[in-house]
């Protein structure tokens, strides 16, 4: 399982995927997006992500 860190706050773009305000940035530089999980980097689905809310 990956470590991002702490939540930093929302980002102002919109996900690549779902369109939605809601993407994260954490502490390590992972932009992931709180609704539908895709890493707005590596444009995958990051799974593991929910462990860390
Ligand atoms: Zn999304």
Redesign the pocket.
Known sequence: MKDRGKWISYSDKE?I??G?LRVDIWENGDKV?E??N?NQETKEYENDYREFI
């Open positions: 996900c995927s779902c939605r997006c609704k539908c895709m």
